[in-house]
């Protein structure tokens, strides 16, 4: 499945939790994402990495947080400070450093629900 | 910041038309421009990409222009087919960073 995982595929949270969305990629890209799709409005980014250790803050970063202390993974937490936080949340992962494309990888999403 | 605008939002037509979706973008250091097609359910899929040095590039029915001038690229599909039937979005990408459009609804008639 191109080699960019995320799970779970659906999540429930109650109003004030934290919660984690996992992503993991096997294809030794440098670069990972995190976007937020709604009916609408495309997909907006909310964080980015270009390398390990190092990540910055997309249009939406408020309420939400990351951290990337593997170049596999990207976890992105969901913190209670994020007000509207139902929406379809999809992972991509690129390499950079390619000189014939940049293309990104997306995995399958996680569906987020407050409840 | 960047940003992408990409118009329209929805579109229809009959199958066997042409289809023109166009986004506009606001970094000029921008160098990759792609284009994704979403199926409902499913991740964006790359479906062609152009890049800053190239003016058109086309793969079958589906090709792409970009005018960095006026810092502008389009998307056109021809002889549509139900199958074509997504949401389509372009984004652009300065040094990793990638910017995606609003989206734009394409339904096939047929």
């Known amino acids: 499945d191109g080699g960019i995982t995320q799970s779970p595929k659906y999540l429930f949270r109650k109003e004030g939790q934290n919660v984690t969305l996992s992503c993991e990629q096997n294809?030794?890209?440098?670069?990972m994402y995190w976007y937020r799709q709604d009916p609408g409005q495309g997909l907006r980014l909310i964080y980015y990495?270009?390398?390990?250790?190092?990540?910055q803050k997309g249009d939406i970063a408020e309420g939400y947080s990351v951290s990337r202390e593997k170049k596999e993974s990207f976890p992105l937490t969901v913190t209670s400070a994020q007000k509207n936080p139902t929406a379809f949340y999809l992972c991509?992962?690129?390499?950079?450093?390619?000189?014939?494309?940049?293309?990104?990888?997306f995995g399958q999403g996680t569906r987020l629900t407050v409840v | 910041g960047e940003n992408v605008e990409q118009h329209p939002s929805t579109l229809s037509v009959q199958e066997g038309d042409s289809a023109v979706i166009k986004c506009t973008y606001s970094?000029?250091?921008?160098?990759?421009f792609p284009w994704y097609k979403q199926e409902l359910g499913k991740r964006p899929q790359l479906i062609i990409d152009?890049?800053?040095?190239?003016g058109e590039k086309k793969d079958q029915r589906i090709a792409v222009t970009l005018n960095k001038t006026a810092k502008h690229f389009s998307l056109h599909i021809t002889e549509t087919q139900p199958e074509d039937s997504a949401v389509y979005f372009c984004?652009?990408?300065?040094?990793?960073?990638?910017?995606f459009g609003q989206g734009t609804t394409l339904q096939v008639k047929p």
């Open positions: 991509a992962s690129s390499d950079p450093k390619r000189t014939v494309n940049t293309e990104a990888f």
């Open positions: 294809l030794n890209h440098d670069a």
């Open positions: 990495s270009q390398i390990v250790n190092d990540f």
């Open positions: 970094d000029s250091a921008s160098n990759y």
């Open positions: 152009i890049r800053s040095n190239v």
């Open positions: 984004a652009a990408s300065k040094r990793g960073k990638l910017i």
